[in-house]
């Protein structure tokens, strides 16, 4: 089987990794994945990355010359994505960039035009219910009538897709795997002595954006009301929520409880996790009416949480989007922005640590079935199976 999967996401060799394992899931399969040639991530001014091929046996990364450096919806490929398609001629074309995406369309139009027959597929997060407006409405009418399969990254993606008139193979599992081999339980005690930890403190834990919609304030004041508990605080990541965290928490009067780390390495992360007694996801939900967004936000994932759970740390998470299904009954799942209720599930895995032992088994067990490169590779390639099947009878 021959795949082509195309998107800026890969341009990081760490997220190849699932792709990498689905190469050599069976013999036979290949995998190429495009990624544009020069890339500017968050739209950061002088920020360039310049691309580089690689490869490891049936799996090879290619950089093709692109168009919008910093745009996912207008990125597009250059000429020699055409020599590319005529020398591997794919049988899966997968673009990752969603369903409005010009390079979606492109790939879809070379594709019949070369004849290859390929199944045409794209990934989304997209998980808030939109309209398109005229021109963009006739690009993604375009796209998803020649759709083949469509990968999407939660439940919620994929019912408002079937709502737009999407009716055609679906399969839902997020974009990236978690390396289990990187997260995994590793005692900790140096790095928590660095940290001011000590040995019967309970660390509760968030990684993450310090904006309003991880709720992080609602995290705060949830443990302001269990300072009679020994705990602390631990908040890795940044962003512009970083100063009203430490008000918060000096009005509170749990400033000496609170741990910020910022511009912590992904490869590094692994050992502040460790540290944790319990990770929290408080994700809210937001609107339209709200924020200065068109449409809103709610959590499409929450790749921190398999993460955790992958390192055997019981995990709570609001129900915010995709994360009680990512959760499932591995974990706690509180309505989001309710203190009480977070207060409650705190309170719970403090007090009752047969409980939070169990959830941490329990966590890493749902983590190897479903959310480890392989497994996620395993459950790509047979959904490209089955439409591979769908072509033949059809033929």
């Known amino acids: 089987m021959r795949i082509l999967v195309a998107s800026h996401t890969y341009i990081v060799a760490l997220n190849c990794e699932k792709l990498r394992t689905l190469a050599h899931l069976e013999p036979g399969v290949e995998v190429t994945v495009v990624v544009p040639k020069r890339w500017q991530p968050g739209g950061v001014q002088n920020q360039i990355i310049e691309t580089k091929a690689w490869s490891d046996g049936s799996f090879r990364v290619i950089p093709i010359s692109n168009f919008s450096q910093n745009n996912q919806g207008l990125l597009t490929f250059g000429w020699e994505i055409i020599s590319l398609l005529k020398q591997f001629r794919p049988q899966i074309i997968q673009v990752e960039q969603g369903s409005k995406s010009f390079a979606y369309a492109q790939l879809i139009t070379l594709n019949r035009l070369l004849g290859l027959k390929a199944k045409n597929v794209f990934f989304t997060w997209w998980n808030i219910p939109y309209q398109s407006k005229f021109p963009v409405s006739v690009l993604e009418n375009y796209n998803l009538t020649h759709t083949d399969g469509l990968v999407a990254g939660n439940l919620d993606a994929a019912e408002i897709l079937r709502d737009r008139g999407y009716k055609k193979a679906v399969t839902v599992m997020p974009q990236l795997g978690v390396d ?126 398999i993460e955790a759970m992958a390192t055997k740390i019981p995990v709570i998470g609001s129900n915010s989007g995709e994360i009680p299904n990512v959760i499932g009954e591995a974990g706690l799942v509180f309505p989001e922005g309710n203190v009480e209720a977070l207060r409650h599930c705190i309170r719970q895995i403090i007090e009752q640590p047969e409980l939070s032992q169990k959830l941490a088994e329990m966590g890493y067990k749902r983590v190897i079935e479903k959310y480890t490169n392989k497994a996620l590779a395993q459950q790509l390639l047979a959904f490209y199976k089955k439409l591979l099947v769908a072509r033949e009878e059809n033929l």
């Open 180 to 305: 289990e081999r990187l997260f995994s339980r590793r005692l900790q005690p140096e790095l928590a002595s660095q940290l001011g930890i000590k040995s019967e403190e309970f660390v509760v834990g968030f990684v993450g954006r310090f904006v309003p919609e991880k709720g992080i304030l609602t995290l705060v004041k949830a443990l302001t009301g269990l300072q009679e508990l020994p705990w602390k605080l631990l908040l890795l990541g940044r962003g512009s929520l970083k100063e009203t965290i430490i008000t918060e928490a000096s009005k509170a009067g749990i400033k000496d409880r609170l741990i910020i780390l910022e511009s912590v390495p992904h490869h590094e992360v692994p050992r502040y996790i460790n540290l944790m007694n319990v990770l929290v996801l408080p994700s809210e939900t937001t609107d339209r009416f709200k924020t200065l967004t068109a449409a809103g936000w709610k959590e499409q994932f929450g790749h921190v949480l």
